[in-house]
C-alpha cells in the first residue's frame, strides 16, 4: 500500500495540505456564505415569528379581557332585566291577588246576606210549617179537628 510507504510520506502531506487550503478557499468563499446567508435568513424569520407571536399573544390576551368584561356587564345587564321583570310580575300578581280577594271578599257578603235572608225566610216558614204539621198530626189521631188558633196558643185546652 503506497499510503502507508514512508518514502512517499512527505509528498502526500504536501498534497494533503494543499488540496484542503483549495477546499477550504473554495468553502469559504462560495458555499458558506450561501449557507450563513441561509441561516441569517432564518434567524430574521423566527425572530419576526416570534414577535407576530408576542404581538397576537397580547391582542389574544387584549381579546380575552374585553371578551371578559362585556360577558360580566352583559350578564349584570341581563341579571338587572330579570330582576326588573320579577318585580313587574310580582307587582302584577299582588294587584291581580288584591283584586281577586276583594272580588271573593264581596262574593262572601253576597252569599253571607243571601243566607241570612233565607234562614229568616226558613224561620218564618217553620213556625207556619210546624203548626200545619202539628194541625195534621192531631187530625190523623181523631182527636177532631183543631184549630190553628188554638195551635198558637199552646197553653189553651185541645178538645
Same mark, same amino acid.
Given at each position: ?11 502526500? *502531506?504536501?498534497?494533503l495540505?494543499v488540496?484542503?487550503?483549495i477546499?477550504? $478557499? *473554495?468553502?469559504?468563499?462560495? !458555499? #458558506?456564505?450561501?449557507v450563513?446567508?441561509?441561516i441569517?435568513?432564518? @434567524? ?9 407571536? =408576542? @404581538?397576537?399573544?397580547?391582542?389574544s390576551?387584549? !381579546?380575552?379581557?374585553? $371578551?371578559? #368584561?362585556?360577558?360580566?356587564?352583559? /350578564?349584570?345587564e ?6 326588573? !321583570? %320579577?318585580?313587574?310580575?310580582?307587582? /302584577? ?6 283584586? *281577586? ?6 262574593? %262572601?257578603l253576597?252569599?253571607e246576606?243571601?243566607?241570612?235572608? =233565607?234562614?229568616?225566610? !226558613?224561620? @218564618?216558614?217553620?213556625? &207556619?210549617?210546624?203548626?200545619? %204539621?202539628? /194541625?195534621?198530626?192531631?187530625? +190523623? %189521631?181523631?182527636?177532631? =179537628?183543631?184549630?190553628s &188558633?188554638k #195551635?198558637s +196558643?199552646?197553653?189553651?185546652k185541645?178538645?
Amino acid at each position: 500500500m503506497p499510503q502507508l510507504d514512508f518514502s512517499t510520506f512527505i509528498p502526500q *502531506i504536501f498534497w494533503l495540505f494543499v488540496s484542503l487550503s483549495i477546499l477550504y $478557499l *473554495i468553502l469559504s468563499k462560495y !458555499a #458558506l456564505p450561501r449557507v450563513s446567508d441561509v441561516i441569517e435568513e432564518r @434567524k430574521d424569520i423566527i425572530a419576526h415569528d416570534i414577535d407576530e407571536a =408576542k @404581538k397576537f399573544s397580547l391582542d389574544s390576551k387584549k !381579546a380575552i379581557e374585553d $371578551l371578559t #368584561l362585556k360577558m360580566s356587564k352583559a /350578564k349584570s345587564e341581563s341579571q338587572q332585566i330579570v330582576n326588573n !321583570a %320579577l318585580i313587574e310580575v310580582k307587582s /302584577k300578581n299582588e294587584t291581580k291577588k288584591e283584586k *281577586i280577594i276583594l272580588e271573593i271578599n264581596d262574593e %262572601l257578603l253576597d252569599a253571607e246576606k243571601e243566607i241570612f235572608e =233565607k234562614k229568616e225566610i !226558613a224561620l @218564618k216558614d217553620v213556625t &207556619k210549617i210546624s203548626k200545619e %204539621l202539628a /194541625k195534621e198530626m192531631l187530625d +190523623n %189521631l181523631s182527636i177532631g =179537628k183543631v184549630d190553628s &188558633k188554638k #195551635l198558637s +196558643n199552646p197553653s189553651g185546652k185541645v178538645n
